[in-house]
């Protein structure tokens, strides 16, 4: 076996480790364990059902519509200019992804933080999703 194949086998001490694997030529790394889809589906759920719930609430007040189900979440602005936000879960990658302000925003679930978060500006999602409604607004909206 060579260095770069034994490099790639797994032992039984690897296990809850991060393990690499080879994508396009480059070496990533990916956690062994995640969660399994009963879990996120749980987790995901009660996220959305918060979501909608805060986000019906701050659209009465601040004049945007809110549609949609677990499955997914559509937020709907007429001022001060038409857009629509979508919010769904993403069961292969156990990620909930939010389209917004023509970015794409993918939280995946944090055990310590008890929270769906984005990874690059370890925002949850309500300040994911308070943050991208204030700036389509113009106006600061708290959910």
Known sequence: MSASTSFFRRTPRDRGRLAPFLAGGKLLMYAE???????????????????????LTAGDEHGFDVEGEAGKLEVL????EEAKFVISPNTPVREIWVSALSTSFKLGWSESRNAFVHEKTGEDLLAVMSRVISQQLGATVTL
Do not use: I
């Open 33 to 55: 364990f995640m969660l399994d889809e009963k879990d996120f589906q749980r987790k995901a759920d009660a996220a959305f059902e918060d979501l909608k719930r805060r986000m």
């Open 77 to 80: 602005f007429e001022e001060p």
